[in-house]
C-alpha cells in the first residue's frame, strides 16, 4: 500500500504504479490533460516512464470552459 | 467588403485570424449554446481555462471533447493565477498538452475588480517569452505597461475596458486610445463589452480585435448575441478603414441652403 | 439571422420596410458615391428635398433621374422651412408630384445648431395629418412632444441625438430612452450619428430605425462606411432582441473559480 | 409681351402660355417638378389646362439631395 | 471675493439677487432641517407650491408660518397643473395673496419623468406675461423653445439637466450649453442636480443659476449639503469668471523640461 | 462648517493638514501670481521640482527665496526622472537640503502623455520607503498598482484623472472610485483636474485631497481660480460627508402630490 | 341650511355667509390664503363683500413647501 | 589649474577649492542647494571638509517652481 497526494486528495494504491498505468485507472487519455509530478511538468511522452511512488504530490489538469 | 476583407488581415505571431473576434468560452447556459454561439460569432480564437481534473468523476466529458478544434484555436488563459510563479507554471501545464505555446496571461490578486497585478504581469511575460510562449497579456489601460510589455516581445497588449464580466464597456476609453496609438502590436480589448456598441466603439478607435465572454455567454439569446457583436467588430472595423467624418461643435445641413422656394 | 428576420420587420404606416437604416442623399462628394453608398447601405427609404429649379439650367439631372426608385422609397424633407406654414407648403408641393405621400417635416428656425421648432412642428403635424399625409417629424429629444405628435397621429417620432451633421452620437441618450420607453410609433433616431458604434447603440436602446447622412456622405470612404453602419444597425437590432447582459457594478470571473492547480 | 416672376426671376414671353408649353419650353418633363401659380399648387393633370398670364407668379421646384 | 461679488449680480426682473441657488422647499424630513438648509444655503429666492387648504385641519401651520419672509423672496409654482389653464389658474391665486408677481411656470402632463409640456408652457407663458407676471418657465433644454419663451418675455428660462428628483446631474449638457450660448436672459438649470460638482459644472457652463431642492432635502444632512451646494455653485461662477484653462488632448509638464539633473 | 471642520482633519505620514488642496508651482506667468494663487488657495502643501543651478546667474532668486516657507510645507518631486534610479537620486538630493523628508515620487517615462512607470515606481518605492522618506507616489489609476504601494508603505497614493497639464477632468473616474474604495492611505487624486467641478467629484467620491497645478497656473486669472477650485474642494468634501441623496432612473415630484386644486 | 362644495368637499351650513366670515370660523386669516369662488378669483380686499350662498363651489389654497 | 565638470559644464579653477569657498565664489549660500560630487551626495555639515579636485564631477541643484 502506497499514498499519494494527487490534486490535493489523499489516494492509496497497491503500490508504485506508472503514470501512464494511472491514468488508465482513471479512463482518462493523455491527449486531455497535463501532470505535474512532486513539482515537475511531465512531458507526455515521459508519461510510460515516470513511476508514482509513496508520498509523490501528483497534480492532474485539463481544460474547461474559460474567458 | 471583398476588398477590404481582402487587404484587411489580422496577424498575430505570424499567424492570420479569420476574426477581430475572440470568444471566451465560460458561463454558458450549456454546451449547445456555446457551440451555438461559437459558430455564430466568426470567431476563431477561443480562450480555455486549465482546472484540477474532478477525481470524482475523471471520465467527464471536457471543452476538448466538445469543441471541433479543426475549426477554432485553442488559446489556453492562466486564469485563477495570483501570481507571476502561478501563472508560469499554468501556462508550462498549458502547453505540455501540445496544443499550443499561446497563452492568455492573466495575474489577477484581486478577486473584487479582477484587476491584473502590472508588475507581476511583466516578470511572468519576461520570462514566458523567453521561454518561446507567444504570450498574450490582460492588463489594466496603462500605456506605460502596454508599451513595456510589447518591449518584452509579447505578442499583443490586452488593455481592459471595464472589470472582467461587469459589461459596464469602455470606461478606460481615453487610455485605451493612447495605447493604440503608441503600439506596434495588435492591440485587443479585453473584459467589459457588454453590447455591440462596444466591440464597434473599440474597433473605431482603431483596436485591432477584442475578446468577449460574458456578454455572449450572459445573454438571453448568446447565439444571436454572438452574431450582434460579429456584427459590431465588423462594422467597426469597417468605419476605421472607411474613416469617419470629424466631430462638429455646431450644425451643418445635410440638405442644400441655396434654391430654397418660399411662399411668396 | 434568418429566424429574426423573418419575425423582426419594421413597418410603419403600414408599410414594411427591408431595413432599419434610413439614407439622406445630401453631401455627397458625386453622385456616384451617393448610389455606392445607397447600394452598401441596404437601405430602402431615401429622404431627398425640394427646392428651386434652376432656370438657367433646366435641364440638369436631378435625383428623381439619378436614382433608381424602383428600388427605393422616397420620403421628401421640408428642409429650409423655418414655419409651419412654409413646411406645409413644401409638403403640399411634394404629394403633388404623385411620387408619395409621406413627408419628413422639419420645422427649422435655427440656422446654426438646426434644431427643430417643436410648436410649429405641432402645428404643421396636426394639419398635414388632417390631409392624410404620413408625418415623419424631426423633433428634439422631448419625451412630452414626442408624445403629443404620436396622438395627433405622426406615422413616426424622430428624436435627434446631436446636431445635424455634428457627428457628435447621442448626446440626448437619456431622453431618447424615455422616448423609446413611452412610444407607441416607431422611433427613429435622427441627426448626430457618426459611427457605426452610435447606431448600434441607438437601436440597442429600442429605438427601431436611424437616419443617417452626414456620417456616410462625409466619410474618406462613403461607401464603406454605408456598409459599416448597416452593420451597426443590424448588430444593435440584434442585441436588442438577444437581450443584452445586465451591467454590474463588480467584476465576475469568465473562468471557474473552483478547482484551481496551485503550487504545492 | 407678358412679365412672369418664375423663381423669383422676372421672366418675358410673347404672350399668355400653358404651364404644360412653358415646362416644353423649358425642356422638361412635368414629371420631374411642382408647380405653384399665384400661391396655388397645380396638379399636373391641371398643367394642360392652367394658362400663365402677364404678372403672375410661379414656383417650379425639384427634387434635390438631401437628409 | 469682493472685488468679483461686488462687480457680478444677478438681476432678474430688475431685482437683484443676493445668491446663484434658488432652494426648493419640498420633500425635507421636517421643518427644522428646511430652515437649517435653507439659512446654509444663502439662497434669496425660495420656491414654494399652492395647495388645497385642508378642512380638517384649517390652522395647521403653513410654509407662510414657517419662514421668515423678511429674509427670504417667496416664488410660488404651478406644480401639479398638466395644462396652460391649470397653471394660469394657479399663478392667477398665488399672486392674489399679494405676496409676489413671480411664477415658477410649470406645465407636467407626465407623471413618471415630469417632463414639461412645450406647447402648453408657450401658451401659459404668453397668457402670463400679457398679465404683468415674471414668469420663470421651468422646460426641456431645448434651445429653440428656450429662445421663443424670451421672445415672449419671460425673464429667465430654466432647463432641465435630468428629471426632477433624478440627482442624474446634466444629462443635457450640450443643449444648457447651446440655451446658454443663445440666451438674453438668465439661464437657471433646475432639476437633476445631485451634488455640488453638478452645480459647479453648470455655473462653469455659464449658467445664471441654479435651482435644487431634492439634493438638499433627501441628503443624509440637509443643512451641510445645503452648504456644499452653496459652495459649489461660488465655485463654479468664479471658475467661470476666472476663464479656465483649455482642455488639451496631450499633457503638459508642470515642471520645467529644461536643466534636469541625472546620475553622471 | 466649523462642526464639520472640527472632526474632519487631512492626516497624512502623522501630519494634520489644512487644507485638502495641495498647490503646484510651475507654469505661472510670473511670481506675483503664483503667490496670489497659494494665498487664495488656502493650501499648506506646495509642490516643487529639481532642476541644476545656472551657473551663468546662480544669483538668481530661486523659489524657496519667492515662497514664505514658514506658511507652506514643501513637497519636493521627482519630475524629469525616467527611472527608479532617478527618481531615487533627486529624492535624496532634495532630502540632503533638510528641507522634508517627502518626496512625491513620479517615474515618468513617456514625454507625450506623461504616463507614470507602473514597475519602476514600486521599486523606487520600496527603496525610499526603506530609507525613511514619506512616499507620495503619483500612478495611473490602477487598483492593485495603488494597493501594493500603500503595501509598500507610502503615504498616499496618487491615481491621475487624466494627463497632466490636459484638463479633462476624471477620465479614469470609475477605477479612482475603486481605489477609494480599498485604499488604507490617503487618495490624493492628482493631475487632468482642470475646474473646480473636477475636483468637486474628486472628493464627493470619497478623495482625501486633490493636487492641482495647471488648472490654476493658465487660468486667466490664476487667484480667482484657486480661489474657486478651493471653493469645489470643500464644496465635494462637505457632500461626501452630508451624504448625497441616490441617483434614480425616474422622477420624484418636489411638491406634494395631494390637495391639487384645479378648475371645477 | 345651505350647501357649498368647498376645495371638493361638501359643506352644510345654517345660511349664507360673508367669505371674511367664514374664514373665522375656520379659524384662519385671509393673509395666508388665495380664494376661487365660482371660478372667479376673489381679491382680498373683496373678502368682506363676498356672500357665500347654497351651491356655490369655493376653493381656498395655501402655500405650501414644494420646489 | 583644474578642471571640474559643474552642471555638465567644464569649470577652470586655479587650484583644487573647499565645496563651500567654491559656493561663496558662486555667491550662494547652501542653505538653498543640494550637492552631489562625483556621485556621492553631500550633506550640509560636510561641505567645510570637502574638497573639490581637478577632474571632479558636482551637480548642485536648487527648487524651482513644479507640479
Same mark, same amino acid.
Given at each position: 500500500?502506497?499514498?499519494?497526494?494527487?490534486?490535493?486528495?489523499?489516494?492509496?494504491?497497491?503500490?508504485?504504479?506508472?503514470?501512464?498505468?494511472?491514468?488508465?485507472?482513471?479512463?482518462?487519455?493523455?491527449?486531455?490533460?497535463?501532470?505535474?509530478?512532486?513539482?515537475?511538468?511531465?512531458?507526455?511522452?515521459?508519461?510510460?516512464?515516470?513511476?508514482?511512488?509513496?508520498?509523490?504530490?501528483?497534480?492532474?489538469?485539463?481544460?474547461?470552459?474559460?474567458? | =467588403?471583398?476588398?477590404?476583407?481582402?487587404?484587411?488581415?489580422?496577424?498575430?505571431?505570424?499567424?492570420?485570424?479569420?476574426?477581430?473576434?475572440?470568444?471566451?468560452?465560460?458561463?454558458?447556459?450549456?454546451?449547445?449554446?456555446?457551440?451555438?454561439?461559437?459558430?455564430?460569432?466568426?470567431?476563431?480564437?477561443?480562450?480555455?481555462?486549465?482546472?484540477?481534473?474532478?477525481?470524482?468523476?475523471?471520465?467527464?466529458?471536457?471543452?476538448?471533447?466538445?469543441?471541433?478544434?479543426?475549426?477554432?484555436?485553442?488559446?489556453?488563459?492562466?486564469?485563477?493565477?495570483?501570481?507571476?510563479?502561478?501563472?508560469?507554471?499554468?501556462?508550462?501545464?498549458?502547453?505540455? =498538452?501540445?496544443?499550443?505555446?499561446?497563452?492568455?496571461?492573466?495575474?489577477?490578486?484581486?478577486?473584487?475588480?479582477?484587476?491584473?497585478?502590472?508588475?507581476?504581469?511583466?516578470?511572468?511575460?519576461?520570462?514566458?517569452?523567453?521561454?518561446?510562449?507567444?504570450?498574450?497579456?490582460?492588463?489594466?489601460?496603462?500605456?506605460?505597461?502596454?508599451?513595456?510589455?510589447?518591449?518584452?516581445?509579447?505578442?499583443?497588449?490586452?488593455?481592459?475596458?471595464?472589470?472582467?464580466?461587469?459589461?459596464?464597456?469602455?470606461?478606460?476609453?481615453?487610455?485605451?486610445?493612447?495605447?493604440?496609438?503608441?503600439?506596434?502590436?495588435?492591440?485587443?480589448?479585453?473584459?467589459?463589452?457588454?453590447?455591440?456598441?462596444?466591440?464597434?466603439?473599440?474597433?473605431?478607435?482603431?483596436?485591432?480585435?477584442?475578446?468577449?465572454?460574458?456578454?455572449?455567454?450572459?445573454?438571453?439569446?448568446?447565439?444571436? =448575441?454572438?452574431?450582434?457583436?460579429?456584427?459590431?467588430?465588423?462594422?467597426?472595423?469597417?468605419?476605421?478603414?472607411?474613416?469617419? =467624418?470629424?466631430?462638429?461643435?455646431?450644425?451643418?445641413?445635410?440638405?442644400?441652403?441655396?434654391?430654397?422656394?418660399?411662399?411668396?
Amino acid at each position: 500500500m502506497i499514498g499519494l497526494q494527487v490534486n490535493g486528495k489523499l489516494i492509496e494504491l497497491d503500490g508504485p504504479i506508472l503514470l501512464t498505468d494511472y491514468l488508465d485507472k482513471l479512463g482518462i487519455t493523455p491527449r486531455g490533460v497535463a501532470v505535474e509530478h512532486n513539482g515537475m511538468i511531465i512531458e507526455r511522452d515521459a508519461y510510460p516512464t515516470t513511476t508514482l511512488h509513496d508520498g509523490d504530490v501528483v497534480e492532474i489538469v485539463r481544460m474547461v470552459g474559460g474567458g | =467588403m471583398q476588398t477590404v476583407a481582402a487587404v484587411d488581415k489580422l496577424v498575430i505571431a505570424g499567424v492570420e485570424l479569420r476574426s477581430r473576434l475572440f470568444l471566451g468560452t465560460g458561463k454558458y447556459p450549456d454546451d449547445a449554446s456555446m457551440l451555438t454561439a461559437l459558430e455564430a460569432s466568426g470567431c476563431e480564437l477561443v480562450t480555455v481555462a486549465l482546472r484540477r481534473l474532478d477525481l470524482d468523476d475523471p471520465k467527464k466529458k471536457t471543452i476538448l471533447d466538445v469543441i471541433d478544434w479543426k475549426r477554432y484555436r485553442i488559446l489556453p488563459n492562466t486564469a485563477g493565477c495570483r501570481t507571476a510563479d502561478e501563472a508560469i507554471r499554468i501556462a508550462r501545464l498549458a502547453r505540455s =498538452m501540445g496544443l499550443s505555446d499561446w497563452v492568455k496571461l492573466e495575474v489577477i490578486p484581486d478577486p473584487r475588480y479582477l484587476f491584473p497585478d502590472p508588475e507581476e504581469t511583466l516578470i511572468a511575460a519576461r520570462i514566458l517569452v523567453d521561454e518561446g510562449f507567444k504570450v498574450l497579456p490582460y492588463i489594466n489601460a496603462d500605456p506605460v505597461l502596454a508599451r513595456k510589455l510589447q518591449e518584452i516581445g509579447t505578442v499583443t497588449v490586452m488593455p481592459l475596458g471595464s472589470p472582467i464580466g461587469s459589461g459596464q464597456g469602455l470606461q478606460t476609453l481615453e487610455q485605451i486610445r493612447i495605447i493604440i496609438d503608441e503600439a506596434s502590436v495588435p492591440v485587443v480589448v479585453d473584459a467589459g463589452i457588454g453590447a455591440p456598441s462596444d466591440a464597434a466603439l473599440a474597433m473605431e478607435l482603431g483596436a485591432d480585435a477584442v475578446l468577449v465572454n460574458s456578454a455572449v455567454a450572459l445573454a438571453r439569446d448568446p447565439g444571436l =448575441m454572438a452574431e450582434a457583436i460579429k456584427g459590431g467588430v465588423e462594422a467597426g472595423r469597417k468605419a476605421y478603414i472607411a474613416g469617419r =467624418m470629424p466631430r462638429r461643435g455646431h450644425a451643418s445641413a445635410s440638405s442644400p441652403t441655396e434654391g430654397i422656394s418660399r411662399p411668396n
